[in-house]
């Protein structure tokens, strides 16, 4: 299982950004997928989670109506829209996967909103 994380940066309060997720290693389309966070000091969040086929999504409160899970199944990504940032916002965000009894992570990408 490989996960590779792309689309962080530097983004001012009340941009966007999108992250991407690309997978390999196992049968993407019938896994469940999450986005989770990790800012400094604190505990690794779950941001956001898509079903198998994209046709369920759940939130963190903190993120709702912000941020948006979406996934390809033909190119074997997931993605998550980032509007309206804030500053709390900021965190290493990683890709995840349940398989087989176990979580498999991404090296994160560093989203940093400040002005």
């Known amino acids: 299982v ?3 994380e792309s689309g962080g940066g530097l983004v001012q309060p009340g941009g966007s950004l999108r992250l ?7 049968p ?8 989770y966070r990790q800012a400094p ?12 086929a994209g046709s369920s999504t759940n939130y963190a409160d903190s993120v709702k109506g912000r941020f948006t899970i979406s996934r390809d199944n033909d190119k074997n ?11 709390e916002d900021t965190a290493v965000y990683y890709c995840n996967v349940y398989k087989a009894l ?14």
């Open 77 to 87: 990504t997931v993605y998550l829209q980032m509007n309206r940032l804030k500053p």
């Open 102 to 115: 176990r979580y498999y992570w991404g090296q994160g990408t560093q989203v940093t909103v400040s002005s």
């Open 20 to 26: 991407s997720c690309a997978a390999s290693g196992f």
């Open 28 to 35: 993407f389309s019938y896994y469940a997928m999450n986005w």
């Open 41 to 52: 000091g604190k505990e690794r969040e779950l941001v956001a989670s898509i079903s198998s």
């Open 2 to 4: 490989q996960l590779v």
